[in-house]
C-alpha cells in the first residue's frame, strides 16, 4: 500500500512544506474546500502544502495534468467535494501522486504550479462536502466503559457492546467547520430530586473528541459493502468534535437515543487526511484476550493485519480569562486512535450489511475516543467523572463543564520513526451564550 508518495526523503519546492513539525508536508495532501478570507470568490477545492493551498480550479485551468489526475482536478475545483469523491480510490490516487511529482523540489512544473498557490494565512474554509447524512459511531470500548460504571457500575457495559458496532444517525444540518461558534443549547432537564422537569440552557455542556470519516464512492441501495472493499468507499478523515449536553441527554435519551442533546452542533476541521496518505501509520485491529472476534462479515485479514490506524489525538481549552491574558490553550487530553474497539471498514461494512446504501459526501463519526487511562478520555464526563472532580487549568481556573466563551480546539497527527510526520491541522469550536426565548 505505501508508494513514492510516502517516501520520507522527498522535500518539496514549497519551503515551508520541509519545516520540521508541520502538519502538510508533500507526503500528505489533504484536500478542503475554500476562498479568500473577506472575498465574494466562489469556493473551490484546495490541497494543503505547507503554508500554502493548490487552488484546485486553478490547477484544473492550468493544463499541467493530464488523464484522471485532470480529471479528478476539475471535479475538485467545485464548491464542494462530492464530485472528487464520487469518483473512487484510483482518481484520487492519480491526483495525489500527479501533485506530488509536481511539487517535489526540482520539479518542471514548479513555476505553473506557483501560479496555483494561494497562502493558507488568507483563506478562509467550509464544510468540505455536501452531506446528506451524518452517523455517529460508538467505538471506543473505553468511552463506553466509563461512561457506564457513572450510570450501571455493577454492569457499564451493555451485552451487544463487543459484537456490533453500535451508532445513531445525527443530524448533518449543524455540522460546521473548524472555527464554528455556537450557542448553548436549550432544553428539558431532570434536576435531581425533582418530580417534573425544568426547561433552560444546558449546564452540563460537554465535549466529544471523534475522528470524521468522509464517504467516497457510494453503494446502491440493497447492495451491502464487503469488508474486503469497504476501504474503497472512504474518502478520507477529519478532526469531529460533536458537542454534547449532557443533561438533556440523560432526560430525553430513553428510550430512543439522543435529539436535542446532540443536534445543536457538530465540528469539523477543514483538512480530510486521505486513507493513501495514512496507510504508513496503519497498525493490526487486535481484541483483548478473552473477547469476542469480530463475526465473519467484519473480519478479514487486511483489517486484522492493518485495518487500525496511528493517530495521536489531543484536546486543547482556552477560557475567555486565558484568552485575554494572552495564554494558548491547555492541553487537557492526549489519546490515540488505535484503541477504538472497532476499524473504520467495520464501520461502512455494517452501516450497509443491510443494504443500506452510502453516498459520497456522508460522513460517519467515529464516537468518542477515550484510551485505556482516565487522562486519555476523550470527554469532560469521564475526565471529571461525571462533575465529581473539576479539572484545574494552569491559571488556576476549574472546569467541570464548559462555560460561555470557552475554545476547544482538537489536534491530530502521525508521527513515527522512518516515515514523514503528517498531521490534520485544527479543529476549533466556540460556546456563545444561550439565546433564552421569550415567554
Not at 484476550?289 to 487486511?302: F, I, K, N, T
Not at 494572552?326 to 487537557?332: C, R, V
Request: proline share 7%.
Amino acid at each position: 500500500m505505501l508508494n513514492d508518495t510516502h517516501h520520507p526523503g522527498l522535500r518539496s519546492w514549497v519551503a515551508s512544506a520541509n519545516a520540521a513539525g508541520t502538519d502538510f508536508p508533500i507526503q500528505n495532501l489533504p484536500f478542503a474546500v475554500f476562498r479568500r478570507q473577506r472575498s465574494s470568490e466562489p469556493w473551490r477545492g484546495g490541497v494543503a502544502i505547507g503554508d500554502q493551498i493548490v487552488d484546485l480550479a486553478a490547477l484544473a485551468q492550468s493544463g499541467v495534468l493530464q488523464g484522471q489526475a485532470a480529471a479528478a482536478a476539475q471535479a475538485g475545483a467545485q464548491d464542494k467535494l462530492n464530485a472528487l469523491m464520487a469518483l473512487g480510490t484510483a482518481a484520487w490516487s492519480a491526483l495525489r501522486l500527479a501533485l506530488s511529482r509536481a511539487l517535489r523540489e526540482g520539479s518542471p512544473e514548479q513555476a505553473a504550479l506557483q501560479a496555483c498557490l494561494v497562502p493558507q494565512a488568507e483563506a478562509e474554509y467550509a464544510v468540505p462536502a455536501r452531506i446528506g447524512d451524518y452517523t455517529d459511531f460508538y467505538t471506543s470500548v473505553h468511552h463506553a466503559t466509563n461512561i457506564g460504571k457513572q450510570f450501571r457500575p455493577d454492569n457499564p457495559l451493555l451485552p451487544n457492546y463487543k459484537w456490533v458496532p453500535i451508532g445513531y444517525h445525527g443530524r448533518a444540518s449543524s455540522i460546521g467547520v473548524s472555527g464554528q461558534q455556537f450557542r448553548r443549547p436549550l432544553g428539558q432537564t431532570m434536576p435531581p430530586g425533582a418530580t417534573v422537569p425544568s426547561f433552560g440552557p444546558c449546564k452540563r455542556l460537554d465535549i466529544e473528541l471523534e475522528l470524521g470519516i468522509f464517504i467516497g464512492s457510494g453503494n446502491a441501495l440493497g447492495d451491502a459493502v464487503e469488508i474486503t472493499e469497504a476501504e474503497d468507499h472512504v474518502f478520507g478523515i477529519c478532526l469531529l468534535n460533536d458537542w454534547s449536553a449532557r443533561d438533556i441527554q440523560g432526560w430525553e435519551y430513553q428510550p430512543l437515543g439522543p435529539f436535542l442533546a446532540k443536534n445543536f452542533a457538530t465540528t469539523v476541521s477543514p483538512w480530510v487526511v486521505t486513507l493513501e496518505a495514512l496507510a504508513p501509520y496503519r497498525v493490526p485491529f487486535t481484541r483483548a484476550e478473552g473477547d469476542p472476534q469480530p463475526m465473519a462479515y467484519l473480519d478479514s485479514a487486511a483489517n486484522r493485519s492493518g485495518g487500525a490506524f496511528d493517530i495521536q489525538l489531543q484536546v486543547g481549552l482556552q477560557t475567555p480569562q486565558m484568552r485575554e491574558a494572552g495564554q494558548l490553550e491547555a492541553s487537557i487530553c492526549r489519546t490515540n486512535y488505535r484503541h477504538a474497539y472497532w476499524t473504520v471498514a467495520q464501520m461502512v461494512t455494517h452501516h450497509t450489511v443491510n443494504g443500506c446504501n452510502l453516498q459520497p459526501g456522508d460522513l460517519l463519526g467515529s464516537g468518542t475516543l477515550s484510551g485505556p487511562t482516565l487522562d486519555q478520555a476523550g470527554a469532560l464526563i469521564e475526565l471529571t467523572t461525571g462533575g465529581k472532580h473539576p479539572l484545574t487549568l494552569p491559571g488556576g481556573e476549574q472546569r467541570t463543564w464548559l462555560e460561555d466563551g470557552d475554545r476547544v480546539v482538537l489536534r491530530g497527527w502521525c508521527e513515527k520513526t522512518g516515515a514523514a510526520r503528517i498531521g490534520f491541522g485544527e479543529c476549533v469550536g466556540t460556546v456563545l451564550p444561550a439565546r433564552v426565548p421569550k415567554g
